[in-house]
C-alpha cells in the first residue's frame, strides 16, 4: 500500500460539484485518499474516509459500522457465523428475513456505497472530458498568444527601425541648420564689417567735403579780400576757384559713386540673408 501524504486546506471540487477546501491524507495524485476533512464554501464541514477523491463514509457512519461489526463479531460465536459475512447462497436468499438487523444494515450500506461510487466515477469521466476539452483550449490560446508575442516582436523591431530613421533625420536636420546657422553668422559678421567700413568711407568723405567746403569758404574770404589789393592776382585765384570747384564736384561725384556702391552692397547682402533665413527656416520645418 502506497505511503499517504497529508495536504492542509487544498481546493478540491467533490461528486456533486460543491466546492471547498480539503485537509487531510491525499495520494500521490494529490487525491484525497484516507481520512480528511472537507470544509464548504457554503458552510457545511464534512470529516470522514475517503478513497480516490471520493466520500465514502462520513466519521459517523464509519463509527457505526465498527460498532456493527464488533457487534456482529460477538455475536458470531453464540449465533455458529463467521466474523465476516461471504455472499449468500440461494437458500440464505430465500432466508433473507432471517437475518440479523445488523447485516440488513451493512448490505444497505454496501449497495449506497456502490451507487456513490458509480456517481463518482461518472462525475470523474464527464470532468476529464471537461479537463481534456479545456486543455484543446488552452492549446488554442497559447498558439493564439504565441502568435501575438511574435507581432509584438515585429512591432518592436519596426519601432526600433523607424526610432533609428528618425534619429538619423533628425540628426541631419540638425546638422544643415547647424550649417544654417554658421552661414547666417558668417553673413551677419561680414554685413557688419561691410557696414563699419562705409561708416568709415562715409565719415572720411564728410570730412573732406567739410573740408574742402572750409577751403572754398576761407578762399572766398582771402579773393574778397584781396580783390581789391590785387587785381593782378585775380585770374589765378579764379583759376584756382575753378580747380578747387572741379576738386568739390570730383570728390562729390566719388562720394555720390561709393554711396550707389554701398547702397547695392547693402541691398546684395540683404538679399543674401533674406535667402539664408528661409533656407533655415525649410529646414526647421524639415
Known sequence: MPAMETVNEMPWIDTDGDTGIYSGQVNASNVPDGMGQMNY???????????????????EEEEE????????????????????????????????????????????????????????????????????????????????LDQLHQEIHALHQQIGELTHELRITQESHQLAKDQSSAEITMLHTELDRQNSRHEQIVASLRNRLVESEMSRMKMQDQLSTRMEEDAQREEELKVRWNEMTKRVLEDKKWVDEQMNYWKESMEEHRKRLGVSNVRGRLDAEL
Open 65 to 144: 459500522e465498527e460498532r456493527t461489526k464488533t457487534n456482529t463479531a460477538r455475536l458470531s460465536p453464540s449465533l455458529g457465523m463467521p466474523s465476516r459475512p461471504s455472499r449468500p447462497s440461494n437458500q440464505q436468499s430465500s432466508n433473507a428475513k432471517k437475518q440479523s438487523p445488523e447485516e440488513d444494515v451493512e448490505e444497505l450500506k454496501r449497495r449506497q456505497l456502490q451507487e456513490f461510487h458509480e456517481r463518482n466515477q461518472q462525475f470523474l469521466k464527464s470532468q476529464n472530458q471537461y479537463h481534456q476539452q479545456q486543455q484543446t483550449q488552452d492549446d488554442i490560446q497559447q498558439a493564439e
Open 41 to 59: 464554501d457554503d458552510g457545511p464541514v464534512v470529516k470522514g474516509r475517503w478513497k480516490e477523491g471520493e466520500m465514502v463514509i462520513e466519521e
